[in-house]
């Protein structure tokens, strides 16, 4: 028997303001055409003043608990993914915590950016499989709104706030990639890029900053690593490509979307797209389609899927699970 994570819920949350591309026509030299051409977002969802990314992952968190039948007291751990935490420190993860009004077990929270949520999902399941938690809420959020340069339309046009969430359960498997649960991961980093996604300031340069892309130069890098980390996974896991009911991609670029599914060989009736509605919401963008995708009635129990995702690092990887 191996012991394995499996979903036991998953929820999300997104802010009540909604952004459509036409808005960014009164302030900047674009045009909702050029930002749906050449990204596939339409709209995407701003925080209010003083929401932040601890308020919408607990919101997220309590969807998902609701989902699961479970409450916040039977959680052993809380990781968050978010590059956008409320605070310095304390971490997000502990603010959701008291928040939720929990008062054992550990939370903490993971950085890799726009691949936070495959780290983050990838950690806890280490912590399951070692036998370190039983239950784990495993959340992505994100107020990139909070880091954007409004002047910048090669940059704020595609970004969005959001947080999903998901639980994760010990539960024994045999073993084999039948089981439920989380199947392989495969995590990847490369320092070396750093400048190609960053945000150019932070608590030791005494500045909160704003992010700066290179988009074209991250674009070249996510198909081929993309597909080759989900390629990685699914070896790893025992299964190919053929096996795949769904890729749930970070929803960063429609064109880097249909790419990577059409260099994994897999049409895009197997993929859950979500970017249209929500544009990046980086460490979020994952846990959200998810959810969405379960809403729809796209994702069901036995399925498997795969997810991927890239950004600042570089930092890249994938998740093989089965719903
Ligand atoms: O989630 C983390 C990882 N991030 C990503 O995966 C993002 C990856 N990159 C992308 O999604 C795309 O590269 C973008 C959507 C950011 C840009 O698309 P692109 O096809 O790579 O365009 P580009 O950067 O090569 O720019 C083409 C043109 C430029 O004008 P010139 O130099 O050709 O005259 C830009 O100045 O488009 C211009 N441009 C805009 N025009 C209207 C850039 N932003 C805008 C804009 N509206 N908002």
Known sequence: MTRRAVIAGIGHYLPERIVENAEFEATLDTSDEWIRSRSGIERRHFAAEGETTSNMATKAAQNALADAGMTADDIDAIVVAT?????????????????????????????????????????????????????????????????????????????????????????????????????????NSDGRFKDLLYVDGGVSTQNTGHLRMQGNQVFRHAVEKLASTAHTSLERAGLGADDVDWIVPHQANIRIIQGTAKKMGLPMDKVVVTVQDHGNTSAASIPLALSVGKARGQIKQGDLIVTEAIGGGLAWGSVVLRW
């Open 83 to 187: 590059s956008t935490a409320d605070l310095t420190f304390p971490s997000a993860a502990t603010m959701v915590q008291a928040q939720l009004g929990m008062t054992k077990g550990f939370a903490f929270d993971v950085q890799a950016v726009c691949a936070g949520f495959v780290y983050a999902l990838s950690n806890a399941n280490a912590l399951v499989a070692s036998g370190q938690a039983d239950k784990v809420l495993v959340i992505g959020a994100e107020t990139f709104s909070k880091i954007m340069d409004w002047t910048d339309r090669s940059t704020c046009v595609l970004f969005g706030d959001g947080a999903g969430a998901l639980v994760l359960e010990a539960q024994e498997g045999a073993g084999t990639s039948d089981d439920r649960g989380i199947l392989a991961t495969d995590l």
